[in-house]
């Protein structure tokens, strides 16, 4: 069965930090494109981030410079570094796995003061 399992959302203040977590079961990791996307109240679930199972990145403009996407296929872990946050990247989170379709639960991320 393939499944994501987030981790690591919550309430920060403007220009803090947080990391995601994203634990993966079910499939065959590290060969696997994974994403971020998020999605905030009554708006588009958009894409945040992606990496290859190359290791390639690419990020939203909205996000660039802020935010990093990593893996590490040992753990079958996909992470979203976010910092420098900013109340427009309240959303819940929610990692992706397109080769299986597959979505996380989603976690909530508030940031504000």
């Known amino acids: 069965q393939v499944q994501l399992v987030e981790s690591g959302g919550g309430l920060v203040q403007p220009g803090g930090s947080l990391r995601l977590s994203c634990a993966a079961s079910?499939?065959?990791?590290?060969?696997?494109?994974m994403a971020w996307y998020r999605q905030a109240p009554g708006k588009q679930r958009d894409l945040v981030a992606s990496?290859?199972?190359?290791?390639?990145?690419a990020y939203a403009d909205s996000v660039k410079g802020r935010f990093t996407i990593s893996r590490d296929n040992a753990k079958k872990t996909v992470y979203l570094q976010m910092n420098n946050l900013k109340p427009e990247d309240t959303a819940v989170y929610y990692c992706?796995?397109?080769?299986?379709?597959?979505w996380g639960q989603g976690t909530q991320v508030t940031v504000s003061s």
């Open positions: 992706y796995v397109p080769f299986h379709n597959n």
């Open positions: 079910g499939f065959i990791f590290s060969t696997k494109d």
């Open positions: 990496i290859t199972g190359g290791g390639s990145t």
